[in-house]
């Protein structure tokens, strides 16, 4: 007697929108399954897409198949099995090698013949026909969305994205605080690990209820989305959303980010002569310099050392801010 594998499977992707649930599937096959006499002796259920390999519990079992241990599946449709070519060339080879013996869905017929093997075929291509199609069609409303100023992904900090209207809507809790940041870092007498510090403080976390890394401070700092426009595949568009600063001060706070960016790079012309030798204490961590640059109404630019906590320990939020290497000597200097 034939053995059989049940095979369920449904994705949360929008190609199987329109597909039976899990639960229905099991149904519906167990009922096929007595009325044709099957002999089932596992079912494999899996939550995933198909259009790319690599489903671990489809493939464990394929193994198992090969090792002997069923010579049949069960399944809704071909569809549920493979929608790339890659899982439905296993699914032939198997069928080739006299691995699996029989296939049986409700919704399709087969028969391991020529015949019934190109049918097959012809059902695992048109499977991935659809989701190639499926992504081609998603990326073109994608783009149309994009042309006409509507941001296509999730709102940043200080915005909500509305599920009525379907839109990006300012927070306005939020974005008096984003406004606050813009302006603090315009200034160019913090760094990015004081905006790091000045978010936390104010209680604004990333979406993971993490703290702002300052590389992440910078993407938030290097947003345009926040003077009325958005990027999207390495292109700025104009947004319809509202703006939460003005374009100037954004052109001013990647000013101070590019001196910034150029200081970091360009010769160190004075040693770090702290560093690797002092640990904050609050926190423990190591203490780190950096140059930075300001720009003084007159046009003058003066260079400085600051020095600051790594801020390493996750477990604890370090409270200390940056520091002047002359600050430091001194009071290194009255310790001694």
């Given amino acids: 007697m034939q ?21 229905a599937q099991i149904t519906e096959l167990r009922a096929f399954a007595k009325q044709n006499n099957l002999n089932i002796i596992k079912e494999f259920i899996e939550k995933q897409s198909a259009k790319i390999p690599g489903r671990p519990i489809f493939d464990e079992m394929l193994k198992r198949i090969e090792k002997g241990e069923a ?12 929608r790339n ?41 048109q499977s991935k026909y659809y989701i190639n199609s499926l992504s081609e069609n998603v990326r073109r409303g994608l783009r149309q969305k994009v042309r006409r100023g509507e941001y296509p992904g999730p709102a940043p900090i200080g915005y909500i994205n509305d599920p009525r209207t379907k839109t990006v809507v300012v927070d306005r809790k939020k974005a008096k605080i984003i406004k606050q940041t813009f302006e603090l870092y ?23 209820g993490k703290i702002w890394h ?3 401070a910078k993407y938030l ?10 990027r999207y595949a390495k292109e700025v568009y104009e947004g319809k959303h509202e703006p ?23 010769t160190i012309i004075e040693p770090q002569i702290f560093c690797g030798l002092l640990k904050c204490g609050s926190c423990g961590m190591m203490i780190t310099g950096e140059y930075r640059v300001k720009k003084q109404k007159n046009g003058n630019i003066h260079d400085y050392i600051y020095y600051h906590c790594t801020k390493k320990n996750k477990a604890i939020k370090c409270p200390e801010p940056c520091i002047r290497q002359e600050v430091l000597d001194k009071q290194i200097s009255s310790l001694l």
């Fill in 214 to 216: 300052k590389d992440r």
């Fill in 85 to 125: 070519s890659v899982d439905g060339g296993k699914i032939i080879y198997l069928i080739d090698c006299g691995r699996i013996a029989a296939l049986k869905f409700p919704q399709f017929w087969f028969e391991p013949t020529p015949q019934g093997k190109f049918m097959l075929n012809i059902a695992f291509g």
């Fill in 221 to 230: 700092l290097s947003n345009p989305f926040y003077y009325g426009h958005f």
């Fill in 71 to 82: 010579n049949g599946i069960l399944a809704w449709h071909p569809d549920r099995l493979a």
């Fill in 244 to 266: 939460i600063i003005a374009k100037k001060l954004f052109d001013k706070v990647q000013e101070v980010l590019k001196q910034r960016g150029r200081l970091r790079h360009k």
């Fill in 3 to 23: 053995k059989f594998f049940l095979y369920a499977r449904k994705s949360t992707d929008i190609e199987d929108k329109q597909i039976l649930s899990i639960e």
């Fill in 186 to 208: 315009a200034q160019n007498n913090s760094c990015l690990e004081d905006i790091s510090n000045f978010l936390a403080q104010k209680g604004i976390l990333r979406r993971s």
